[in-house]
């Protein structure tokens, strides 16, 4: 079975077909800048490259191009698109309406565009390339919606709930929804299969830190907490978002600069985090690399992230009762031996003790960093959100 996977920013249009057969990636690829130029960067599972620029107004004519490069041209797999057994899209925000993946239809499209306001610049382009998919597919090709927020609709009421008057709830859907559940998903079922244990006898903190960062409390294969809220701003600092901050500083800030409500949205999701407070980068690697050169505050700025992710490790061990496994995924929790070290350090007393020199240098492996002797395990899962979308579209189209 080959499966076609959909990943549509505001600006891009990532795709991944896999042949389910063995879970192998035939042909991957990104068009992007969409509606400013364009661009498609395509590869094969035999190294055949597509790497040219387009005109891609919108995202259906990225949708076109990448039909046209999978089946016509050097670097073709397919010789149509019939040949695709189904579509996985990856959906940003399915708010309190979906708590799992589900097969597409125009009512799920619609409530996918009616969910805007909760993700404006993500659900919207998520429904114009299910669109664009469905014009090009006929209409007995089964295309499916996984979306991110769908992992933590187990939170229980008092870890989504906000300290808010309740008709901001009810009026506007004001919670914490949760981000990344497609990652977090995904690698505490890794980690499980990786210990040997069934998923349902495991309390596990799962920390994916990339440009965006979240932590979830996973209890028994449930994210019962995690870090990002009502959107990924909220929880620790991240490449240019600050993480949770006082609501009265916003305010704050928001009359002293005068700022209108977008421009301070602006201020904290893109001028803030790393970026803000070293003031030379949002990329951990550059950081690293001024603070090696005495940059203090290059040096804060990843003290800080370091710090929180401890303070969520014990907090999140405290409302499970206890701790089988952390585990460290994403650009930075994947590759960032300095940090897990960092983290991992004088966190004896909850059972956490890691073994130094099998922490160094990994790089997109899954392996275990704990000391034989420590109580809690950990591991550096590699994620693969592409896969989990794959297999739960396998999973539906075979009404499993
Ligand atoms: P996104 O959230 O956009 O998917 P990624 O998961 O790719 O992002 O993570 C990007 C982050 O990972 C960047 O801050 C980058 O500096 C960091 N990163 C990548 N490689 C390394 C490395 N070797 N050491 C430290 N950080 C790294």
Not at 196 to 213: A, F, M, P, R, T
Not at 313 to 339: C, Q, R
Request: proline content about 3%.
């Amino acid at each position: 079975m080959k499966i076609l996977v959909i990943n549509a920013g505001s600006s891009s249009l990532k795709y991944q077909l896999l042949d389910m057969d063995d879970e192998s990636v035939i042909a991957k690829g990104n068009c992007d800048r969409i509606g400013i130029g364009g661009h498609i960067k395509h590869s094969t599972y035999d190294g055949r490259e597509v790497d040219v620029d387009c005109d891609f107004p919108t995202h259906t004519e990225a949708f076109e191009k990448l039909v046209e490069v999978l089946t016509s041209g050097d670097a073709a797999v397919i010789k149509s698109m019939d040949e695709v057994n189904a579509v996985g899209h990856r959906v940003v925000h399915g708010g309190e309406v979906y708590n799992k993946t589900i097969l597409v239809t125009d009512e799920v499209i619609k409530q996918i565009e009616d969910l805007k306001d909760l993700a404006p610049i993500h659900n919207p382009p998520n429904a114009t390339a299910i669109r664009a998919c469905r014009k090009v597919f006929p209409a007995s090709t089964p295309q499916v919606a996984v979306f991110d927020t769908a992992f933590h609709q187990t939170m229980p009421e008092k870890a989504y709930m906000f300290g808010l008057p309740y008709e901001c709830y009810e009026k506007y859907g004001i919670r914490k929804y949760g981000f990344h559940g497609t990652s977090h998903r995904f690698v505490s079922q890794a980690l499980a299969d990786a210990m040997g244990k069934d998923i349902k006898d495991l309390k596990i903190v799962s920390c994916h830190l990339g440009n965006g960062s979240s932590i979830t409390a996973v209890e028994g294969g449930k994210s019962i907490d995690t870090t990002m809220g009502f959107t990924p701003l909220d929880g620790v600092i991240m490449g240019t978002r600050s993480g949770c901050v006082d609501a009265s500083a916003v305010t704050f800030i928001q009359n002293k600069m005068g700022l209108s409500p977008n421009e301070t949205s602006d201020l904290l999701n893109k001028k803030s985090g790393f970026l803000g407070v070293s003031g030379v980068s949002s990329d951990a690697r550059d950081l690293g690399a001024a603070a090696a050169d005495g940059n203090k505050r290059a040096k804060l700025a990843l003290e800080m992230l370091r710090y929180e992710i401890k303070k969520y490790i014990g907090s999140y061990a405290a409302v499970m009762n206890g701790l089988d496994a952390v585990l460290f995924t994403g650009g930075i929790g994947e590759n960032s031996d300095d940090l897990r070290e960092d983290v991992c350090s004088n966190m004896e007393y909850l059972g956490i003790k890691l073994d130094k020199s099998v922490n160094k240098g990994l790089h997109g492996k899954l392996v275990k960093i704990s000391a034989p002797d420590s109580k809690v395990e950990v591991w550096v899962v590699p994620t693969n959100e592409e896969l989990l979308i794959a297999r739960d579209t396998k999973a539906l189209v075979e009404g499993k």
